[in-house]
């Protein structure tokens, strides 16, 4: 006889107004890393920061706050309404067993209001709990130290120029866990010891590694590695970080220093120090000097994640080793007489070389994760990179400017690479659509100098 599914519970999920795009795909990932899955009560507002989601256990609800950047706090659901008639009612037909465990009269407890899109005074606060006096509230009031907190959140809609009297919808929960929004500052790149001109933001690179299910244990890559900006949030979630990079002044941390009034680098400026500065340096497994269109790696599935944000030419131009024969398009001198010819590396052939190889040395189940520009006036679906061993799972963009962007990709491994699967981006019509981006830094630039000589117009007039 079969056993029956857990039954699921109503949660109330606050999110934070920022990066609207990626909280969907985050909440669902970090669900399916708790061994669940996303399951909405009602139609997802994809810009509201209120989702109610029906998740099996207080559990599954603490372990997702323990890992997402993008949610602020999660509330076991009481009672919900477009009215304050709606949710009291809502209320008067919860369970009172649920809410019992909560009232105990050796308790204590305090109600905490929160409005979105409107501020209320003290007065109405208070009004708005009094009028809960009807819940069997047995405990005593404690706002220093509370046992239990219950919190009314009102929603006043999206538009601040148009804020309704009365709020569109209310609801009245306890709440379980605040979320991980403290990293953001903590990991701030303002903060950090070793940064480049491209370093990743603390909160993208938090979204990144939550959209690769990165756990503890794990191994991953970024072969696009730079200051290893991105390792650090995998590493932080406790997984073992390594990468690889063309550049070897940035891997060993030589050269120009990228802070303004700073000409070089320091003894301390480099990619293992900056994990020690987090106390992360147990993860940290290496960083080679390495041409990614020439792969160091034994062949196999090596990683459970490679997540990366590769170079699209605006602040790094994208490289690989070239040769005499070929077209050379410099030779360079890095530290300690290291020399090496560089050549042109086309946009298509690093994302299809990426592609390549997450089939063929991530685990399967692991995720590639990686930033692709894009020219928006060109945009369509089509152009996304595929590949037959890889599943989409989300894209999610970013706008960069008003012709420009870049999408977050999120892939899955789902078939064992073989070698049929070598060049097959070049036999499904994959690949020539998305050549025509090889161009993307022109037309970034060409934007920027149209937006220019339209503002030297503008102040003409």
């Not at 007065?123 to 009094?130: G, N, P, R, S």
């Not at 550049?247 to 050269?255: A, S």
């Not at 680098?265 to 020439?294: H, M, T, W």
């Amino acid at each position: 006889m079969a056993l029956a599914a857990p039954a699921l519970r109503r949660y109330l999920l606050l999110l934070a107004q920022e990066h609207l795009e990626f909280r969907l795909p985050e909440i669902t990932s970090l669900l399916s890393l708790c061994g669940g899955q996303f399951s909405g009560e009602q139609e997802i507002r994809v810009n509201s920061p209120f989702w109610i989601l029906n998740i099996p256990s207080e559990e599954m609800a603490r372990g997702l706050m323990k890992r997402t950047v993008c949610a602020k706090s999660i509330f076991e659901l009481w009672g919900h309404g477009k009215s304050a008639g709606e949710l009291y009612a809502s209320l008067k037909n919860y369970p009172t067993d649920k809410m019992l465990p909560y009232l105990q009269s050796d308790s204590t407890y305090k109600v905490h209001i929160h409005t979105f899109n409107k501020t209320l005074t003290q007065a109405q606060k208070i009004k708005k709990i009094d009028a809960l006096e009807f819940l069997p509230f047995k405990g005593k009031v404690n706002l220093k130290n509370p046992e239990h907190i219950f919190w009314i959140l009102e929603d006043y809609g999206m538009n601040p120029n148009d804020v309704p009297e009365d709020p569109i919808h209310l609801y009245f929960g306890r709440w379980i866990a605040d979320g991980q929004r403290e990293l953001i500052e903590s990991y701030s790149v303002k903060k950090r010891h070793f940064i480049g001109n491209t370093s990743m933001d603390a909160c993208l690179s938090f979204i990144m590694a939550n959209h690769g299910r990165v756990k503890p244990n794990d191994i991953v890559y970024d072969p696009f590695v730079g200051t290893g900006g991105l390792l650090i949030s995998s590493a932080h979630f406790g997984a073992y970080v390594c990468g690889t990079d063309i550049d070897y002044n940035t891997i060993h941390g030589l050269g120009k220093a990228s802070r303004k009034n700073q000409k070089w680098r320091g003894p301390d400026e480099n990619i293992r120090a900056n994990l020690r500065q987090y106390g992360l340096e147990k993860y940290y497994l290496d960083a080679l000097v390495a041409d990614f269109s020439r792969p160091v790696w034994r062949k196999g599935m090596l990683f459970d994640a490679i997540i990366t944000d590769p170079p699209y030419g605006i602040r790094e131009a994208p490289r690989r080793m070239g040769s005499q024969k070929e077209t050379v398009k410099s030779v360079e001198r890095s530290s300690e007489n290291h020399f090496f010819v560089s050549s042109s590396y086309h946009l298509s052939d690093i994302f299809f070389d990426l592609l390549k190889f997450g089939a063929e040395y991530l685990v399967m189940g692991g995720r590639l994760v990686y930033w692709l520009p894009i020219y928006r006036p060109e945009y369509t679906e089509e152009i996304i990179p595929r590949h037959p061993c890889l599943k989409l799972i989300s894209n999610c963009e970013q706008l960069l400017s008003s012709h420009t962007s870049r999408r977050l990709i999120t892939m899955e491994k789902v078939k064992e690479f073989k070698d049929q699967d070598e060049n097959s981006y070049l036999l499904d019509g994959q690949y020539m659509p998305y050549r025509g981006h090889n161009s993307f830094r022109e037309k970034y630039f060409s934007g920027v100098t149209k937006r220019i000589a339209k503002e030297e117009k503008d102040n003409q007039k």
